[in-house]
């Protein structure tokens, strides 16, 4: 695995995870 691609791994989860937390809260 290189750098960017745990960065843009990172990213994605994160986005993930903001756009599904608003729907349960």
């Known amino acids: 695995m290189t750098i ?3 960065i843009a ?3 994605f989860v994160y ?3 903001v756009l ?4 349960k809260f």
């Open 4 to 6: 960017l691609f745990v």
């Open 9 to 11: 791994l990172a990213v």
């Open 15 to 17: 986005t993930a995870y």
């Open 20 to 23: 599904v937390k608003p729907e």
